[in-house]
């Protein structure tokens, strides 16, 4: 999440300085790219207040009860990922290709208008396997940090889908 870059601490305590950033990228151990760059957040997306991740989602003000106009949203979306790619890009020298969907949410608009600004991989909260020489632009995962997830059932799954 490139913005929390330059406020480490102030929304979260693990996101990582200047200096850690490239400390652990020049290791050669660790690939870094973008989470987005402001959008690592829930807002409203309708009247009924639900909320649901900022860059999959219009987001609605319930003080003008009104949903963000299409065009705004477009907007917003383009801004944010072309930060993200700048910021790592001047940070680090490299052109981020992969983009990772904050909370899992995504939508066709988004996959849109991230590879019009340079994204070439999503990774996903789906699970599933990646396979080797797949044309899949997307990255699937197997949580196990979470809670309600135990490892076991991970790895039972895992050692399933390998039959």
Do not use: W
């Not at 940070?91 to 983009?99: E, F, H, Y």
């Amino acid at each position: 999440i490139t913005s929390r870059i330059t406020t480490k601490g102030e929304k979260d305590n693990f996101s990582m300085n200047e200096e850690e950033v490239k400390k652990v990228y020049s290791s050669g151990l660790i690939e870094i790219d973008s989470h987005t760059h402001e959008s690592h957040d829930y807002i409203y997306i309708n009247e009924s207040l639900k909320q649901g991740g900022k860059l999959a989602h219009r987001g609605y003000d319930p003080i003008a009860k009104r949903l963000e106009r299409e065009r705004d949203y477009e907007k917003r979306i383009y801004d944010d990922l072309v930060k993200s790619r700048e910021v790592i890009k001047n940070l680090l020298g490299k052109d981020s290709k992969v983009l990772c969907f904050p909370f899992g949410q995504y939508n066709e608009k988004v996959l849109e208008i991230a590879k019009g600004v340079g994204f070439e991989y999503f990774v996903t909260t789906e699970r599933g396997f990646n396979k080797f020489n797949s044309k899949s632009k997307k990255i699937y995962r197997y949580p196990a940090g979470y809670v309600n997830i135990r490892i076991e059932d991970v790895i039972g799954e895992i050692i399933e889908k390998k039959k």
